[in-house]
């Protein structure tokens, strides 16, 4: 699959027929009364998707579809969904199928706000899953914090069984039956690696697996049995292409990975918030023509397009389409810590008033805070990181303390852990010191910035 | 006996048929416990331990894992401000200052962990990112959300939360429905766009 690389006279297509301005897939309950509720969601249409699928198709042109659809997962990883479907199915039941709704990357919100606006959204993706990969107990893991969200599936989960969605011999389908549950997670944000999730969902300490087996694999998913894990923008895109057709969705926005995004914004912008628009929108319409550009007009400095576990942008680069193809690829790319990554569409922009050492010495708090402590790098490192940046950003650096970070990233970073999470935590550290270094310089030389307007810290003067 | 007859009667008769494993249900378990004695204490542990087959040791190990778990007492209310970079870049460092300080507080002690008034009322503490961004600086009390609250904010919001709940509403950017539509007049803010990235 190739893509023209962008270039500023040829704004992205949005999509072969899609009307300008692009019409929301994924959101349009929100502003409609009671929209959250099963009454509104068959009114927009829903659960269309899941009977078609039943009346019409048969499990296997389910997956077809959706693997023509080229549907990416919205998690992060941007894996085709179709194929994950295909080989969970091809392993031996029984099966389950997890969605992952434990959006904690900082930045990330998109999923938060698509369960509170359209619940039935996802239980009829999750529902098309099960009938087409042969599936009986399917699990929503949602973080502890979001307890709104977790009220809000918890009633519509009633709803759908009172209707006859979930439950046996569901729209009477003879053997289909599918049972769903909600669990909540406790405050950690490894439980939204799959595999962590997995073991949280046991009632384990959520610390990854070590793979292979994959989940998908016997003695690799939940209990030991071959899993679909999905998130919950994923799910969510699956009714749509089975009532609108494949074609139509892999028409919409950058062809190597189709489809409508909820892309959130958040930082120094006007209007912050949650954006759907056609995968592949550049940063730069995102910031300027739907986000209200900066606040206090100031210039873009650096951009985590895919939240706090990605590489920072440069303000300069804001014509890079957003999607997962392009972030993952050259020029987007630094060895030896890999892509820039796109994530899960979460934008954080950093305006010039920002103190990038104070963004990062936080990023560094966070990943070390939320290590699972099974990996030696991750454990050691993510401390290191965040020892060395808190002297530095309490003014206390030394000279000689970039090199040890510089050191530290590169002992983590390039696959040397059971998860990425020890990836993560050297991207913005990395980037940081590749695009900013004389902002630490200047830390390190007793020159911290005085408290930078708008980024909110008193900075301890060195 | 420290677990309820209705927790124990809610853990065994829908818990523990949800999941195909006892163990499964020590999550939801847990959280019910929590509910009832607003934090976990070794009581708890052996009890939910006997319900799921579990060594009460066994039980705290998990518990320990996640920060949501209180292990000690704290207060009635629990207050948390997000200090992630969204809501960082949006000053949620004065408005943890002057949460700290209306309770009497130290806001400076730098550390992640739980502080408690005197009366045991409040609790504070800063967490990580909650998913909100878009309302930052934005701060949990009692697993409910509320936002932005600034730093000029915090007397009022103390007064009246309620007044800041964000719970069910739309994204900021979805006041009008959900539609992105393109700010009128952007282009006259915008720097000009940028030449080919590459
Ligand atoms: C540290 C870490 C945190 C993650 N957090 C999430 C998350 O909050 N939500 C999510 O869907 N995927 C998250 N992922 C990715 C999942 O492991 C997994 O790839 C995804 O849920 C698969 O769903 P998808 O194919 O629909 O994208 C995370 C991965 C890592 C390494
Ligand atoms: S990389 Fe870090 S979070 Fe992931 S398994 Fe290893 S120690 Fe745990
Ligand atoms: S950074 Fe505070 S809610 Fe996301």
Redesign the pocket.
């Known amino acids: 699959m190739t893509q023209t690389p962008p270039v500023a006279d040829a704004p992205i297509q949005h999509g072969a027929g899609q009307p300008l301005p692009w019409e929301p897939v994924l959101m349009t309950a929100v502003g409609r009364e009671g929209g959250r509720f099963l009454p509104d969601y068959l009114l927009r249409g829903g659960y269309q998707g899941l009977t078609k699928a039943v009346q019409e198709m048969d499990p296997d042109s389910v997956i077809k579809e959706i693997s023509d659809s080229k549907l990416l ?5 941007g ?1 085709p ?1 179709g194929v ?1 479907w295909g080989g969970t199915k091809r392993n031996p039941g029984p099966r389950h199928l997890v969605v ?1 709704a ?4 900082p930045g990330t919100y998109g999923n938060r706000y698509a369960i509170d606006a359209d619940p039935h959204g996802l239980l009829e993706g999750m529902l098309v899953c099960c009938f087409a990969v042969g599936i009986q107990q399917a699990y929503i893991y949602i973080r502890g914090e979001n307890l709104y969200g977790a009220e809000v599936l918890e009633h519509a989960i009633k709803e759908a069984y009172a209707a006859g969605y979930i439950g046996k011999n569901i729209l009477g389908k003879e053997g289909f039956n599918v049972d769903i549950s909600v669990t909540r997670g406790a405050g950690a ?2 439980c ?3 595999t962590a999730l997995m073991e949280s969902l046991e009632g384990r300490r959520a610390q990854p697996r070590i793979r292979p087996p994959f989940p998908i694999e016997v003695g690799g998913g939940l209990f030991g049995r071959p899993t679909v ?3 919950v923008e ?1 799910l969510m895109c699956v009714p749509h292409i089975l009532v609108r057709g494949a074609a139509w969705f892999a028409s919409i926005g950058a062809p190597a990975c189709p489809g409508p995004k909820l892309y959130t914004i958040s930082g120094h912008v006007n209007r912050p918030g949650v954006y759907e628009l056609p995968m592949g929108t550049t940063l730069y319409d995102l910031i300027y023509k739907y986000a209200g550009g900066m606040k206090r007009n100031q210039k873009v400095k650096a951009v985590s397009p895919g939240a706090l576990a990605c590489q920072l942008l440069p303000g300069t680069d804001l014509n890079v389409q957003m999607d997962t193809a392009t972030l993952t690829r050259p020029p987007h790319w630094h060895p030896p810590f890999g892509p820039v990554g796109f994530g ?1 569409g979460g934008i954080i922009v950093y305006g010039e008033e920002t103190d990038i050492v104070q963004v990062v010495a936080r990023a560094a708090g966070f990943f070390a805070r939320e290590s699972c402590g099974k990996c030696v790098p991750c454990r050691e490192g993510t401390h290191w990181m965040q020892d060395v940046l808190s002297r530095i950003a309490h003014g206390h650096g030394r000279p000689r303390d970039l090199g040890i970070l510089e050191d530290v990233t590169r002992n983590i970073g390039g696959r040397k852990t059971l ?3 020890g990836d ?1 935590s050297v991207n913005s550290v990395a980037s940081a010191l590749r695009l900013f270094r004389p902002e630490f310089e200047a830390y390190c030389n007793g020159h911290a910035r005085s408290s930078a307007a708008g980024s909110g810290v008193p900075v301890a003067a060195g | 006996m420290s677990l309820s007859q209705a927790a124990r009667d809610r853990i065994v008769n829908d818990f523990i048929p949800r999941y195909p494993s006892k163990r499964a249900a020590l999550m939801p378990s847990l959280w019910l416990a929590q509910e009832e004695a607003g934090w976990l204490g070794p009581e708890v542990f052996e009890e939910v331990g006997e319900l799921l087959d579990l060594h009460p040791t066994d039980v705290a190990s998990v518990a320990s894992f996640y920060v949501m778990f209180h292990r000690r007492k704290i207060g009635d209310r629990l207050i948390e401000v997000c200090e992630n970079p969204s809501c960082f870049l949006n000053g949620s460092d004065q408005t943890y200052a002057r949460i700290c300080d209306q309770l009497g507080l130290d806001s400076g002690h730098g550390g992640h962990g739980v502080q408690t008034t005197p009366d045991g009322k409040f609790s504070v503490r800063p967490t990580e990112c909650l998913a909100a961004c878009d309302y930052a600086p934005v701060v949990q009390v009692d697993l409910r959300f509320y936002g932005p609250v600034h730093g000029a904010d915090v007397d009022a919001f103390l007064a009246n939360m309620e007044a800041f709940s964000i719970e069910g509403k739309p994204s900021v950017s979805m006041a009008n429905g959900p539609q992105a539509v393109p700010v009128d007049g952007w282009e006259a803010h915008a720097p000009p766009a940028p030449g080919s990235a590459e």
Do not use: I, P, W
């Not at chain 1, 434990?102 to 990357?105: K, L, N, P």
């Open positions: 997962g919205r998690g992060g990883a894996f969904t994950k992952n434990d959006e904690s990357e944000y490894v939204g690696e799959e894990v999905n998130n994923t899960a998860c990425a999470l993560f």
